[in-house]
């Protein structure tokens, strides 16, 4: 085999293939930089609609346009070459019909070169991802908690506690059934989480749910720890990168104003070195 025989990427096939193998790995990424170090380690880079809260601070996930996802859909592309790439469909981009989704789903796909679209949603949107998969469009479903529902949920609140498990459970069920290749489990209690994934015959990617996930997805920013005041209870810290960076720049700023920076070897002389010349 050539040395530069390209890597084959991750494909949603081979994502299905996984259900209750080796877990899956996956994680956010809304830059090159930072898909580049997701690509060595990961099987999926998710451009998730999270980037309009953790890059662009709004205060929740609604205000994001399908310009901003095929935006950091493209900057992703171009750092990952082996991990699968899908991207979220935003708000009010694929709710309103199945042609709609369509319409949009396409226009990403083919902008930024992504395997899959990821939308919220269970029974509700099942018809919706029926639809897309007919006709192509590769889909990860998501239940539980919607971020995308956040003022009719009434915030951020774990979802199928109690006499709500049903719902949760019928949700997964449906997108199963739908054509969805797999479906994120959000803020969903431990038991149920593990119900649900040996229930339904996709792999399921948790993100507060339970260890017998399938596999499990974080924002990335959140599990580097690039936030200092912000510890979401199903987040595990892999590094305090926001304290680190903190530091730099109060170093930095200090060096400036104590004239310490630039040093001598900073700076250009006037003249070259005779030797240069």
Same mark, same amino acid.
């Given at each position: 085999m050539s040395a530069n025989t390209p890597v084959r990427p991750v494909l949603?096939? %081979?994502?299905?293939? *996984?259900?209750?193998? !080796? =877990? @899956?790995?996956? $994680?956010?990424a809304y830059?090159?930089?930072?898909? *580049?170090?997701? %690509?060595?380690?990961c099987d999926i880079? $998710?451009?998730? %609609? /999270? @980037?309009?809260?953790? $890059?662009?601070?709004? =205060? /929740?996930? @609604?205000?994001?346009? $399908? !310009?901003m996802m095929i935006l950091h859909g493209r900057a992703v592309a171009r750092g990952i070459s082996k991990a699968m790439l899908v991207i979220d469909m935003p708000f009010g981009s694929y !709710? !309103? /019909?199945p042609a709609q989704a369509f319409r949009n789903a396409s226009r990403v796909l083919g902008e930024t070169g992504a395997a899959a679209v990821k939308l919220e949603g269970g029974q509700h949107m099942a018809e919706t991802i029926a639809f897309l998969v007919a006709r192509g469009v590769p889909v990860m479903a998501h239940v539980g908690l919607t971020p995308q529902a956040v003022n009719t949920l009434g915030g951020y609140k774990v979802q199928g506690r109690d006499a709500d498990a049903a719902r949760v459970a019928l949700d997964a069920q449906a997108v199963a059934a739908a054509g969805a290749f797999s479906v994120v489990l959000e803020k969903v209690p431990d038991g149920l989480a593990r119900r649900i994934t040996a229930d339904i015959a996709i792999p399921t990617i948790g993100i507060g749910a339970s260890v017998d996930c399938d596999g499990q997805i974080l924002v990335v920013d959140d599990m580097l720890g690039l936030f200092t005041d912000f510890r979401p209870k199903f987040v595990k810290r892999y590094g305090e990168l926001g304290h680190a960076a903190d530091q730099a720049i109060a170093a930095y700023a200090a060096d400036v104003r104590a004239r *310490? +920076? =630039?040093?001598?070897?900073?700076? +250009? =002389? %006037?003249?070259l070195p005779k030797a240069a010349k």
């Open positions: 949603p096939a %081979d994502i299905l293939a *996984r259900k209750g193998g !080796e =877990p @899956l790995v996956c $994680l956010t830059t090159t930089p930072v898909a *580049r170090l997701v %690509d060595a380690h880079a $998710l451009v998730g %609609d /999270s @980037l309009g809260m953790v $890059l662009h601070g709004l =205060p /929740s996930t @609604l205000g994001v346009t $399908l !310009e !709710e !309103e /019909s *310490r +920076f =630039p040093g001598p070897e900073h700076v +250009f =002389p %006037d003249t």
